[in-house]
């Protein structure tokens, strides 16, 4: 149990750390930095999903690969899309795809919900990799990146992979903090309560379908902002980005970091990418060694690497 | 206590059943509640009691016959639909959310009549007519001081109070209650016991209920269910005199 004090100065601490990166390291650690940030926004709106409402998706990289894709397909070839169009188009996208897809897989649970999700998300997988729409197996190249000028006057350059790392470091923040909010609103205290008891709360006057519907849709959107910052760091889509690889990753880092904790997602985004370096370093096989190491975590944390430091180290319940 | 016929009928059937296979759990039963009153339903296991509760929260969907809230047909609605019309259920096994304080079972209950909770912005514990609502029905309920206990470390008895508690602060003017006194002690029993008393001034509460001294204290009708159908109907007098009745449940012993 750590005491405020020592939490207030881990906190300040990482603060720091990650506003003097980027003036400190070289451009290897910030883009991973980068990259790590990205995938802890998909993880956070994954753990909005399984963690808090308690649906387990194995489809979630669907909404992000297809942000992704929205980006490339409306970049110019060699010219920058407007990031003021193009970043509310992708999201519009990847909002309006999870609520096609959640009216037809929520209507499942359990096991099923799981099978519709794999369903949906290899349906979308193929789509990109087996047909000529968007480049096929090899995907398309973003060759310029969107430029985020306003009346001509340019915030910030996503050439600048300082500028992009502080740009993904704000929408991290955010991110975490809407969700924050959220969870604390009577909308976030319904979804909890679904996961506990759906029954009970069908019972109290809830239409469940709904909040699980939105649910979806705002789990889906973010993982879109996620996709969409992706595409724009490697300036490349691929159907990758939409397959079931992608989205049993987030479910491994989401267990390995804890579930239904918001900050679990952060620190198993960031162990996963600094684990593979480190195994990458040490054998050819090491694959093997990350799998004996999640292994290892499930088995004695069970609530994820966050057991380590939160008091309960399980999820956080409401408690009024 | 209320003569019957003079008051507003709030919740009727009309040959209500359904079947579960060959086996008809409930059998054309019609019966009636009205405000101000408290209609309890007896019967050995298996009579099919709680069924009759869950058709009419709409947990299960009848086979047959029609299900009638004052004027409105809601036969076959959803629950949720059912309970926003101002009906209220309790649950025989305890239903409630264990991880969950007390407090924020009878909040989410409470929080239920807000026109829509797809709210985001303010925190829940914000909205005062919600939180007023869920410590009335706490107190209600018997656990007042209780409110910041998780559940799950509640006694047994105590998490009865909860389901009851949970009932009441969705504000409901029908209560269909499913052996509320399962499983508590004398003195929670009396407590609750005394709480019917008091509801039944501005409610219509349907009782099933096995402990016959608290049926007898509270209810002004009764209904005696055997094998899915209705066995008997009347004053607990009526009933109490009920030859057929006394052999099939009640048994010789006189209920005092």
């Known amino acids: 149990m750590a005491s405020r004090g020592v939490r207030l100065a881990v906190l300040g601490a990482l603060a720091v750390a990650l506003v003097a990166l980027p003036f400190v390291a070289d451009k290897f650690y910030v883009q ?11 993880v956070m709106s994954l753990d909005l999903l399984v963690g808090y409402t308690g649906l387990a998706s194995l489809g979630h990289a669907a909404f992000y690969g297809f942000a992704g894709y929205l980006l490339a397909l409306i970049t110019p070839q060699y010219e920058a899309a407007s990031l003021w169009t193009s970043l509310p188009i992708a999201l519009a996208g990847s909002a309006l795809l999870a609520l096609v897809i959640g009216t037809m897989v929520l209507r499942t649970s359990g096991i099923y919900f799981i099978m519709a999700t794999l369903a949906f998300g290899e349906m979308l997988f193929h789509v990109f990799h087996d047909t000529s729409i968007a480049g096929g197996s090899d995907g398309i190249y973003i060759y310029v990146r ?18 992009f790392y502080f740009v993904v470091l704000v929408a991290t923040l955010g991110v975490y903090a809407v969700l924050r909010n959220i969870l604390d609103s009577p909308f976030g205290r319904v979804i909890v309560g679904i996961r506990v008891n759906e029954q009970r709360m069908r019972s109290l006057g809830y239409h469940t379908f709904r909040y699980k519907l ?3 849709v705002l789990a889906g959107t973010l993982a879109g902002l996620a996709g969409y910052l ?45 684990l593979e370096l480190v195994f990458q370093g040490i054998s050819e096989h090491w694959l093997l060694l990350m799998g004996g190491f999640i292994v290892l975590v499930v088995l004695v944390l069970p609530h994820g690497l966050i057991g380590i430091v939160s008091r309960r180290g399980a999820r956080e319940d409401p408690h009024g | 206590m209320a003569e019957p016929g003079a008051r507003e009928s709030v919740l009727s059937t009309e040959a209500l059943s359904r079947r579960f296979g060959g086996l008809a759990a409930v059998d054309r039963v019609s019966i009636e509640c009205r405000m101000g009153e408290v209609h309890a339903v007896i019967g050995p296991n298996g009579a099919g009691k709680t069924t009759l509760i869950n058709l009419l929260s709409g947990d299960l969907a009848p086979s047959g016959g029609r299900v009638f809230l004052r004027d409105r047909e809601i036969t ?70 209780r409110e910041g206990v998780p559940v799950a470390a509640l006694s047994h008895g105590e998490q009865r109070q909860v389901e009851i508690a949970m009932t009441l602060a969705t504000g409901p003017s029908l209560l269909l209650l499913d052996e509320p006194l399962a499983g508590m002690g004398a003195e929670e029993s009396a407590r609750i016991v005394e709480l019917l008393r008091k509801l039944v001034t501005d409610h219509a509460i349907l009782l099933v209920e096995h402990d016959m001294d608290a049926v007898f204290a509270v209810a002004s009708v009764l209904t005696v269910m055997v094998n899915g159908t209705v066995l008997a109907s009347g004053t607990p007098a009526a009933i109490r005199g009920n030859a057929e009745v006394q052999q099939a449940y009640l048994g010789a012993e006189e209920p005092h």
């Open chain 1, 32 to 42: 991973l930095a980068t990259k790590v940030l990205i995938l802890a926004i998909f």
């Open chain 1, 230 to 274: 992706a595409a724009v760091q490697f300036g490349v889509v691929n159907p990758d980005m939409l397959g079931f690889h992608l989205s049993a990753s987030g479910l491994m880092m989401l267990i390995l970091g804890g579930m239904g904790t918001l900050v679990g997602p952060v620190i198993g985004a960031a162990a996963m990418m600094v």
């Open chain 1, 214 to 216: 939105a649910c979806f």
């Open chain 2, 76 to 145: 076959g609605l959803r629950p949720d639909q059912i309970s926003r019309l101002g009906v209220g259920r309790s649950y025989q096994k305890t239903n409630v959310f264990l991880p969950f304080t007390a407090f924020e079972n009878a909040r989410l209950a409470a929080q239920s009549r807000l026109p829509t909770s797809m709210r985001f912005l303010r925190s829940a514990r914000t909205y005062r007519e919600v939180n007023e609502a869920a410590e009335r029905a706490l107190a209600q309920a018997g656990l007042r001081g």
């Open chain 1, 146 to 163: 969107p430029v985020a000028t306003i009346f001509g006057w340019l915030p910030f350059d996503f050439e600048k992979f300082t500028h």
